[in-house]
């Protein structure tokens, strides 16, 4: 690919993009999963008493209105305070603390102190100031939000004292009254979850990258409040097994669009296109005829809708190029998982011999892509990979194994902390192979040797979780966060441990291991049941009943004392 075009190849190629644009579509759901809002408009107004009073004047055409005054008035100005007092006469307004807000567009819960020195307890404010179970919707006016988060609830405005937003919520909360359907942007399978097994508590990312605190733990299981999620795909760029996709468009289906969208370019244009991801609102704004024509815009709900295994992909598939258009509006969390992901990914490529053909960019930047592609013509062209999506962590691994056989074919192991990717390694003299580790592995990346006592390990499924670790009670499992680029080891199926299996004294039925049966006799081999016979520790549990059964008949005393 070349910047040095002149203006009719230019023309060509942006004819090209547009037509490959316009007959290649995402498959979608047509009955896609939503979820409902209903609201009756009940506003409440929290702020400033003489800025909420203001507004709430302006509110006449919404349902019943409440105001929580939590600052002092702004202004000791005379008319203003006379403006105030004739403003929203019959609204009341409301003095207690603020205590929590929690809900969304249509159930809003706060909770407000009695107010009271000798009574401490919480009231639900909308039962007392408007004889409801809940607010419907909440406009603040205060300095700061009243709810702390990046991506505030549907419902919730928060214009602080910028009349102009203010103006803005105002023409939008009219539009807010009846029943509203929005999509379940996230589904999630509890199957294929590594954040708890057993009991024991493993992986927390998406936990960890929610901006809408939408996701919670309940029950030891990962839960996505369909009605706090915008959207954003944080949890499905950050989850190692695939357990949480997203649903408008599905994993498989924007695989499929990126693969038509680079190969049907490649063949109308012979150019290796440039992949533009941005984000279906603002990102879409800056997005005009002008850009260059080897560059192919793909709009998503969120620009980390599409996580590496999109970008690497999209890589070996035979685009030059992959970008991905950051703006002001995205939330900083999402912005920090996009730099720490795009930083791994050109290390996985540098580590290859590949140059970083994946950069983040802005709104100073899409004006002026020139130096970008100037930077990428020279780089060497990519043959495209022939291998179709599976799932997540299969594409990803499928794409940079392409990707190192078009460079320089490394088998090394580029090793950083907290990756999702690595090997379990054991210490076969502390291991008795009790197999605990593999029944709580999330992805069978552990499993057991069949009927021989064997723990087997396959790399390429290791999620890096810490269940396997956390479970063995010898601790004789470590971890190592790494990606190893030497494919045939990768996935292989190596033997951690195997041994002889332990048969019973008394039938010869196998029934343990020698480590376990030598674990139990150091452990208990001094207990009182054991102590008269500890030969029963290599017994069956049967032949170990009967024994004792044998044992009472002969002496049937000998219990008692």
Same mark, same amino acid.
């Given at each position: 690919?070349?910047?040095?075009?002149?203006?009719?190849?230019?023309?060509?190629?942006?004819?090209?993009?547009?037509?490959?644009?316009?007959?290649?579509?995402?498959?979608?759901?047509l009955?896609p999963?939503?979820?409902?809002?209903?609201t009756?408009?009940?506003?409440l107004?929290?702020?400033?008493?003489?800025?909420?009073?203001l507004?709430?004047a302006?509110?006449a055409?919404?349902?019943?209105?409440?105001?929580?005054?939590?600052?002092?008035?702004?202004?000791?100005?005379?008319? #203003?305070?006379?403006?105030?007092?004739?403003?929203?006469?019959?609204?009341e307004?409301?003095?207690?603390k603020?205590?929590?807000?929690?809900?969304?567009?249509?159930?809003?819960?706060?909770?407000?102190d009695?107010?009271?020195?000798?009574?401490?307890a919480?009231i639900?404010?909308?039962?007392?100031a408007?004889?409801?179970a809940?607010?419907?919707?909440?406009l603040?006016?205060?300095?700061?939000?009243?709810v702390?988060?990046?991506?505030?609830?549907?419902g919730?405005?928060?214009?602080?004292?910028?009349?102009?937003?203010?103006?803005?919520?105002?023409?939008?909360?009219?539009?807010?009254?009846?029943?509203?359907?929005?999509?379940?942007?996230v589904?999630?399978?509890?199957?294929?979850?590594?954040?708890?097994?057993?009991?024991?508590?493993?992986?927390?990312?998406?936990?960890n990258?929610?901006?809408?605190d939408?996701?919670?733990s +309940?029950?030891?299981? +990962?839960?996505?409040?369909?009605?706090?999620? #915008?959207?954003?795909?944080?949890?499905?760029?950050?989850?190692?097994?695939?357990?949480?996709?997203y649903?408008?468009?599905?994993?498989?289906?924007?695989?499929?669009?990126?693969?038509?969208?680079v190969?049907?370019?490649?063949?109308?244009?012979?150019v290796a296109p440039?992949?533009?991801?941005?984000?279906?609102?603002?990102?879409?704004?800056?997005?005009?005829?002008e850009?260059?024509?080897?560059?192919?815009?793909?709009?998503?709900e969120? +620009?980390?809708?599409?996580?590496?295994? #999109?970008?690497?992909s999209?890589?070996?598939?035979?685009?030059c190029?992959?970008?991905?258009?950051?703006?002001?509006?995205?939330?900083?969390?999402?912005?920090?998982?996009?730099?720490?992901?795009?930083?791994?990914?050109?290390?996985?490529?540098?580590?290859?011999g590949q140059?970083?053909?994946?950069?983040l960019?802005?709104?100073?930047?899409?004006?002026?892509?020139?130096?970008?592609?100037?930077?990428?013509?020279s780089?060497?062209?990519?043959?495209p990979?022939?291998f179709?999506?599976?799932?997540?962590?299969?594409?990803?691994?499928?794409?940079?194994?392409?990707?190192?056989?078009?460079?320089?074919?490394v088998?090394?192991?580029?090793?950083?902390?907290?990756?999702?990717?690595?090997?379990v390694?054991?210490n076969?003299?502390?291991?008795?192979?009790?197999?605990?580790?593999?029944?709580?592995c999330?992805?069978?990346?552990?499993?057991?040797?069949?009927?021989?006592?064997a723990?087997?390990?396959?790399?390429?499924?290791?999620?890096?979780?810490?269940? &396997?670790?956390?479970?063995?009670p010898?601790?004789a499992?470590?971890?190592?966060?790494?990606m190893?680029?030497?494919?045939?080891?990768?996935?292989?199926?190596?033997t951690?441990?195997?041994?002889?299996?332990?048969? &019973?004294?008394r039938?010869?039925?196998?029934?343990?291991?020698?480590?376990?049966?030598? *674990?139990?006799?150091?452990v208990?081999?001094? #207990?009182?049941a054991?102590?008269?016979?500890?030969? *029963?520790?290599?017994?069956?549990?049967?032949?170990?009943?009967?024994?004792?059964?044998?044992? +009472?008949?002969q002496?049937?005393?000998?219990?008692?004392r």
């Open positions: 690919m070349s910047i040095n075009l002149n203006n009719d190849t230019q023309v060509e190629l942006q004819g090209v993009r547009q037509q490959v644009l316009a007959n290649t579509q995402v498959l979608q759901n009955i999963p939503t979820v409902s809002y209903t009756e408009g009940n506003v107004v929290i702020g400033p008493e003489d800025l909420a009073r507004a709430a302006r509110l055409n919404m349902g019943k209105v409440a105001i929580l005054a939590n600052e002092a008035i702004t202004s000791q100005d005379e008319d #203003h305070l006379e403006k105030v007092m004739t403003s929203a006469e019959d609204v307004s409301f003095y207690n603020l205590v929590e807000i929690k809900g969304f567009l249509g159930q809003f819960q706060v909770k407000v009695s107010g009271s020195e000798t009574d401490t919480v639900d404010l909308s039962l007392v408007i004889r409801k809940h607010f419907d919707l909440i603040d006016l205060s300095q700061s939000p009243c702390n988060l990046e991506m505030l609830p549907p919730y405005f928060y214009v602080g004292q910028d009349t102009a937003k203010l103006d803005d919520a105002i023409n939008q909360l009219p539009d807010l009254i009846g029943q509203f359907d929005k999509p379940r942007y589904k999630v399978n509890s199957e294929l979850c590594a954040h708890t097994r057993n009991g024991i508590d493993g992986c927390n990312r998406c936990l990258f929610c901006p809408a939408a996701i919670q +309940i029950d030891k299981m +990962i839960e996505i409040d369909p009605y706090l999620c #915008h959207g954003a795909g944080s949890c499905t760029n950050a989850c190692p097994t695939g357990a949480i996709s649903d408008l468009p599905t994993p498989q289906a924007l695989h499929s669009y990126l693969h038509k969208l190969t049907r370019y490649s063949e109308k244009a012979q440039v992949i533009l991801f941005h984000d279906e609102a603002n990102g879409a704004a800056l997005i005009t005829n850009l260059p024509g080897s560059v192919i815009p793909v709009a998503l969120e +620009i980390t809708v599409a996580s590496m295994d #999109h970008w690497m999209s890589l070996a598939w035979g685009a190029q992959v970008l991905v258009l950051n703006t002001a509006a995205t939330a900083p969390t999402l912005t920090q998982m996009l730099e720490g992901d795009l930083k791994l990914a050109n290390d996985i490529l540098d580590e290859m140059p970083q053909r994946i950069s960019i802005d709104e100073s930047t899409i004006g002026d892509l020139s130096a970008l592609l100037e930077a990428s013509s780089w060497p062209v990519i043959v990979g022939e179709a999506a599976t799932t997540k962590r299969s594409t990803l691994y499928a794409a940079i194994d392409h990707l190192n056989e078009q460079a320089a074919s088998e090394s192991c580029l090793s950083q902390s907290n990756l999702p990717y690595g090997k390694s054991v076969k003299d502390s291991c008795t192979l009790c197999l605990s580790c593999v029944s709580t999330p992805t069978q990346a552990l499993t057991d040797g069949g009927d021989k006592p723990l087997n390990f396959v790399e390429q499924d290791c999620v890096q979780c810490g269940l &396997c670790e956390k479970a063995c010898e601790n499992i470590s971890l190592t966060s790494q190893n680029f030497d494919k045939a080891e990768r996935q292989a199926c190596k951690l441990k195997e041994e002889e299996p332990f048969e &019973c004294i039938c010869g039925t196998p029934f343990a291991t020698k480590s376990m049966v030598q *674990r139990m006799q150091d208990i081999g001094g #207990h009182s054991f102590s008269a016979n500890t030969e *029963r520790l290599k017994m069956c549990s049967d032949c170990r009943v009967k024994d004792m059964f044998e044992d +009472i008949l002496d049937p005393e000998k219990q008692l």
